[in-house]
Nanobody
Framework: QLVNSGGELVQPGGSLRLSCAAS????????MSWLRQAPGKGLEWVVG????????TYADFAKDRFTAYRDNAKNTLYLQMTGLKTEDTGMYYC????????????????WGQGTQVTVSS
């Protein structure tokens, strides 16, 4: 089970840290991702965090503003977001164990319930 938290209303330029706490799953041994869904839009991949975190990969919009990392002692995944923009508004989900076809993920075995981020003045 994955439990998301940390989302809230924040002003443009502000920062947030989202959490993804796991139970029954060891995150240090699991490929993870953060995804988001803006109002009225489809699901958008934000960052992929493989077991080897040195090859964490970000969507272009997330580079230089978002940082994803694990705290293995707490079995928790985080997404630190800075320089937030109104277009970052949406529901944010963590997901674990990508299901792939030809190496490309099409779903995940585990999903968090999501946490709402609203960026507005």
């Amino acid at each position: 089970q994955l439990v998301n938290s940390g989302g809230e209303l924040v002003q443009p330029g502000g920062s947030l840290r989202l959490s993804c706490a796991a139970s029954g799953l060891t995150l240090s041994n699991t490929d993870m991702s953060w995804l988001r869904q803006a109002p009225g839009k489809g699901l958008e991949w934000v960052v992929g965090i493989p077991v080897a975190e040195t090859i964490t990969t970000y969507a272009d919009f997330a580079k230089d503003r978002f940082t994803a990392y694990r705290d293995n002692a707490k079995n928790t995944l985080y997404l630190q977001m800075t320089g937030l923009k109104t277009e970052d508004t949406g529901m944010y989900y963590c997901a674990a164990e990508p299901l792939t076809i030809d190496g490309l993920p099409y779903d995940y075995a585990y999903w968090g319930q999501g946490t709402q981020v609203t960026v507005s003045s």
